[in-house]
C-alpha cells in the first residue's frame, strides 16, 4: 500500500507536493492520510486542528529548523521531523560572511564617506565560542577550519564535536567568554536558551569581541546589547535575527556603527526549495521503506 500524504495548509509551498510525489508518495486529503506535510511554521492552531480531524496521522514533516512556534503541537504518539540540518549550508555560510564583514570592519568602512584609518581583527587564529552543536556549527566548522579557528562548541552534552578543540556544556559558558574572538549562536530556541546572552555574559567578553547570530533574536537580550555596543563593551554584533522580529524602524540598533544587521535572509524562500523538496523526498522514501527519518524532532527538548 502506498504511503497516503498530505499536505496543508493547500496551496502554501506547492512545491512540497511535487516532493511527496517524488518519494512516492500518494496525495491525499488530510481526513485519509497517514502522514502530514505541514507547510506553515507559525499556525499551531491550524495544525493541531488538522491532526483532531485525522488522529491516525503517525508522522508528521515540519518546514524549518526552528519550531518553537508549534512545540505546543507536539506530542510523543507520532513521529515528528524538522528541517534541522536542512539549510546548515547556507546558513553557515552567512554567518561567516557576517563574521568576517564585522571582524574586518568592513561594516564600519561602508558606512564612511571619507577616507579613515585603519581598524578590524582577524579571523585568523581566532578564538571562536560556538553556541549549538547542530547542522549549522558542523558547516561552519568546516568553513571556518582553513582560518585555523580554535573552535570551542557549547553544548547541552559533553559530547565531543568534530573539530572543535573544546567541547563543553553551557555550565562552563562563562570560562569561555572572557577570551572569546567571535562568538557565533546557532542554536535551538527553548525556555533555557531564551536570554542566554545577557548584561552579564556580554560584560565577560573582551572589547574586541563579535557576536554573529544567526538562530533566534531572542537569545540576546536587545537593550543589553544596545547598551554594549554604544558603551563600545564588545567589538560589534552581526545578526541576521532580532528580538523583537522584523527589528522596528528607528530602533538603537540600526543607528549603531558596529551592528550589521540583515532581515533573516540567511537562508531564503529561493534557496530553501531545492533542499527541503529533497529532504520532504528522501524522508517520504525513507518512510515506505521503512528506514529511520531524517531530522526527527526531540519532542522533550522541542528541537
Known amino acids: 500500500m502506498p504511503l497516503r500524504v498530505a499536505v496543508a495548509p493547500e496551496g502554501v509551498r506547492g512545491f512540497c507536493r511535487d516532493a511527496v510525489i517524488a518519494g512516492g508518495g500518494e496525495l491525499v486529503p488530510v481526513g485519509d492520510a497517514d502522514a502530514l506535510v505541514w507547510t506553515d511554521p507559525a499556525d499551531s492552531g491550524a495544525l493541531s486542528e ?20 508549534l512545540v505546543g503541537v507536539l506530542d510523543a504518539d507520532r513521529t515528528w521531523t524538522s528541517g534541522k540540518g536542512v539549510y546548515a549550508e547556507e546558513v553557515a555560510e552567512h554567518a561567516l560572511a557576517m563574521a568576517l564583514a564585522g571582524m574586518r570592519n568592513l561594516v564600519g568602512y ?3 564617506d571619507h577616507w579613515s584609518g585603519p581598524s578590524g581583527v582577524n579571523l585568523l587564529g581566532a578564538k571562536v565560542t560556538m553556541l549549538g552543536a547542530g547542522g549549522i556549527a558542523a558547516s561552519f566548522a568546516r568553513m571556518a577550519a582553513p582560518f585555523g579557528v580554535e573552535l570551542r562548541v557549547v553544548r547541552r552534552s559533553n559530547e565531543p564535536f568534530p573539530g572543535a578543540a573544546v567541547t563543553a556544556r553551557f555550565e562552563r559558558l562563562d570560562d569561555l567568554l572572557p577570551d572569546t574572538d567571535l562568538l557565533v549562536l546557532a542554536l535551538a530556541l527553548t525556555p533555557e536558551t531564551t536570554g542566554v546572552i545577557d548584561a552579564r555574559r556580554l560584560a565577560l567578553l573582551p572589547g574586541h569581541a563579535w557576536i554573529v547570530n544567526v538562530a533566534r533574536g531572542a537569545h540576546i537580550v536587545t537593550d543589553a546589547l544596545a547598551d554594549a555596543l554604544e558603551a563600545g563593551t564588545i567589538g560589534g554584533a552581526a545578526l541576521d535575527v532580532t528580538d523583537p522580529e522584523p527589528l522596528p524602524d528607528g530602533h538603537a540598533l540600526w543607528s549603531l556603527d558596529r551592528c550589521l544587521i540583515t532581515p533573516h535572509v540567511a537562508n531564503t524562500p529561493e534557496m530553501a526549495v531545492p533542499v527541503l523538496s529533497r529532504r520532504i523526498t528522501e524522508n517520504v522514501r525513507r518512510r515506505i521503506d521503512g528506514r529511520p527519518l531524517i531530522g526527527v524532532v526531540d519532542v522533550v527538548a522541542g528541537y
Open 50 to 69: 488538522a491532526l483532531m480531524q485525522n488522529p491516525d496521522i503517525s508522522w508528521v514533516q515540519l518546514p524549518w529548523a526552528g519550531i518553537e512556534p
Open 110 to 112: 561602508a558606512r564612511q
